[in-house]
């Protein structure tokens, strides 16, 4: 069946660095590829997202670049915030149903 | 714009006991209304997805006697957990679609719903 898979599960990364998150998804037919950030017990929020007729998209610190041919897309986050630090999920849709990965756990060291 | 809520925000109830969780899209015609679970540091898990007026489809492994629902609006969707077990236990999340995203599936979350099944 359709998956997605996301690396690493855990990331520390020091305050200023950058981090990135890689997915690789299964279903060729995937075309929207969305990211969220998660904070605990709350809703999942969109951050960023491409679809597949773009390669890269950046909002400020945040990137997400997309190789369609190899089925991988990456969250870049540069100059990390201690406010970084929480739960990233990567998610493909083809249609209408997302398959969300697995996600990453990242901290932000100050 | 594009706002999804659910009430309650957290439940808890006795085994045996059935639960419903209500989702509604504040400011848009949800066509589409989505349920996930979430596990303790684990990803969303989609259940089901439901079309208003329809029945809703479920993914495979979730038991569609036990999670009801029912989407009898272009704003509001139910789950309802039936005969509650403390494995039931979990977050549960919907999303919502419909013609106002920037794409056409994009989906719009709820806040949550904690439950616990004591």
């Known amino acids: 069946g359709e998956n997605v898979e996301q690396h690493p599960s855990t990331l520390s990364v020091q305050e200023g660095d950058s981090a990135v998150i890689k997915c690789t998804y299964s279903d060729s037919a995937s075309n929207y590829f969305p990211w969220y950030k998660q904070e605990l017990g709350k809703r999942p929020q969109l951050i960023i997202d491409?679809?597949?007729?773009?390669g890269e998209k950046k909002d400020q610190r945040i990137a997400v670049t997309l190789n369609k041919t190899a089925k991988h897309f990456s969250l870049h986050i540069t100059e990390t915030q201690p406010e970084d630090s929480a739960v990233y999920f990567c998610?493909?849709?083809?249609?209408?149903?997302?398959?969300f990965g697995t996600g990453t756990r990242l901290k932000v060291l100050a | 714009g594009a706002v999804v809520s659910q009430h309650p925000s957290w439940v808890i109830c006795k085994s045996g006991t059935s639960v419903k969780i209500e989702c509604r899209s504040l400011?848009?015609?949800?066509?589409?209304m989505f349920w996930y679970r979430q596990f303790p540091k684990q990803s969303l898990m989609l259940m089901a997805t439901s079309n208003e007026g329809s029945k809703a489809t479920y993914e495979q492994g979730v038991e569609k006697d036990k999670f009801l629902i029912n989407h009898a609006s272009l704003t509001l969707s139910t789950l309802t957990v039936t005969s509650a077990h403390p494995e039931d236990s979990s977050f549960y999340i919907c999303?919502?679609?419909?013609?106002?995203?920037?794409?056409?599936?994009?989906?719009?979350f709820g806040p949550g719903t904690r439950l616990t099944v004591t």
């Open positions: 998610a493909a849709a083809g249609t209408y149903k997302y398959i």
């Open positions: 999303s919502a679609s419909g013609t106002s995203g920037r794409v056409s599936y994009e989906q719009y």
């Open positions: 400011d848009f015609q949800a066509t589409t």
């Open positions: 491409i679809r597949s007729n773009v």
